[in-house]
């Protein structure tokens, strides 16, 4: 297996505290799914009545617990989610399906609860069969120790090689109300030999119908979760989930049951910062990270051309080990515009590292401080912007650099 | 700049020997580009009716001396090519026109010929202006000195960071006689700090129309260099030319004017080999590069499926890194194969690693030996083929690995 890594240099200074969220409580234990000395299993529990909504990989070879999940989206209904590392249950054909079926039975006879309101994911090796009945032996003990705190236990079940936990808290006003939106999420870590999957979970206890929910979160990943990259590849699990509970609506807090109610506007706000603070703490604690980059494009036809060219200079190798490299080279960024296949105009391109413009015109700005450009490519958080004098259309991604260490990480656990 | 590299352990044993293509004459010199000490200027002069054709970057940003080729191709005749190294005229603006032009009339001045037969390409750093008249002071040596052979200095002053120069030559029957093919090429090398590019030259002395050269070479390079990848960058510069003198028509070979004669059939077969063969080579002189890796996708829904298929595959870095590893690591491929985003039935998925079959029907494959596929994964060239199982559509690409040395190569040259 991989070495064990130091925390990542980007990791948040401290971790937040996350007071409860009525209607959640967490448990955390060690079934042995591949590593006996940690733990591997998160079981989350939900009051009678919490609504779900989810957004899945777009991999067109999902994992069983994806293909679990989204069938039972339909419901709206969650009463109990278990996540596991150590075993990603993804390419295991027939026994795949058979574990995950075996694994929601198991939740919901300790629960109490119907199969079809138990929703699973799980992370870690590839191909190989998941022994469900691993998660027997640690079940009654969960169910039973599970409590309103623990966020940072539960954060830190579900990694796999992330270097720290991902944990990120948001108040919003509904009606005259206060609730509260809390999360966790696991990255870009590898389990060697395997990939690298997204996990998040997000919870509240603001009472939102779950066709609410689905509308808002999916409009939410857009500018977050599927705004990040740390290599492009896409894995067969990424599941990102929002649970809620519903129980502010007794402390007054208005039920909400259509996507356009005005009293949203607050929790909107908020879920958008949760995501993207979870989402930003994943890319920096991407493998062999050492540089957060921002990249916004500005000027572009529109939106989805901004996007698909800022996506190609984020997933541009040559991008990314220029920016380890600590130099600007607005040449590759130019090259990564290029090949995105949108609208551009080499001589109305202009590019800015950290405020300070390089390129503009068709060439290289004369009038540019190197020293400035220099001092400003050694920090830890890179802004990188691309102005296409196009249009109007304007996206922003998040990526980390590419380095020595992602290759050592994903090409060397065999040595 | 970056460290001289040693020479990749992919390169080819031995280099052809390449004999003379009657009415092609080659010359090179010292212009002194970028660097003193070395050759950066190559001239290639026709005779008069040689004919051309040529395919380009996709970019929407290509450098100038592109726009100028693809403007000069409606003539369909040549007389002259002029390719340096050391500066690529690319994002250069106004300025990069005139370089150009300047170094157009150069040329044309020199050989007799008019500017609109004069063809020209330029590889190395981006961004910066590239100063014409450095091409006046060797211009009347390199046009008198031009002569028939000289291949393999040819192919090493259009180097940049490429760690061995790149040629390949065919015999091809047309109608009674032997007509040859012969070209060269340079590759995924950078020159420091700047991107890198695919530039190659092919000749021949069958007499075919420039219109036939076009379909017969856009249908090729289908096969060969559009199906390669290094690390998914496509540079600004990228630039096929084929050029055809048709001095065989004097010794009997028949005047082609229409793609679909029959004559041409062993033509096309040489023509598909020399740039297979090329690409081929530049992949193996890929960055870093230390394994060659030749991907095939059979099962696909059609072939445009497969060749998405296989190019996700090629461009992953879980799985480049993985073979840098040589570890036969499905589960990537798995991954890469779904975010492909075409159609794909984890069920009936089946890989081969050297043709060892790792993984089918949506699991590993319990039969196969550890050892034998640990021991096909130490070879330099590894095929991996994948059958996604639901139709006839098939593709094949190359690509190498992603090394430490590859980030080196692309991110260390400041320190």
Redesign the interface.
Known sequence: MAKAAPVSPLAPKTYPEIPPIEGVRFAVGQAGVRYADRTDVMLALFDPGTQVAGVF??????SAPVDWCRSRLEGGKARALLVNSGNAN???????KEAVKASAKLVAAAVGAPEKHVFLASTG?????LDASKFDGVMDRLVTSARPDGWREAASAIMTTDTYPKLSTRVARLGEVEVRIAGIAKGAGMIA????TMLSFVFTDAPIAAEVLQTLLSRSVRGSFNSITV??????SDTLLLFATGAAEKRGAPWIEKASDRALADFRRALDEVLLDLAQQVVKDGEGARKFVEITVDGAENAAAAKRIALSIA????VK???????A????V???????????D??K?AIWFGGVRV?H????DPDYDEAQVSEIMKRDEIALRVDLGLGKGSARVWTC????E???I??????
């Open positions: 990989t777009r991999s067109k070879c999902p993804a390419f295991t054909g027939k026994a795949g090796v590839i191909g190989e069969p030999p395997d990939m690298a290599d492009s590849d896409t894995s067969t997933n541009s190798p040559l080990t220029a920016i380890a490299g600590e130099d080279n607005w040449g590759r130019v090259m990564a515009v290029g090949k995105a296949g949108e609208a551009a080499r001589d391109l390129a015109k068709g060439q290289r650099d590419l380095t020595k992602y290759v050592a994903n090409g060397d656990y065999r040595s």
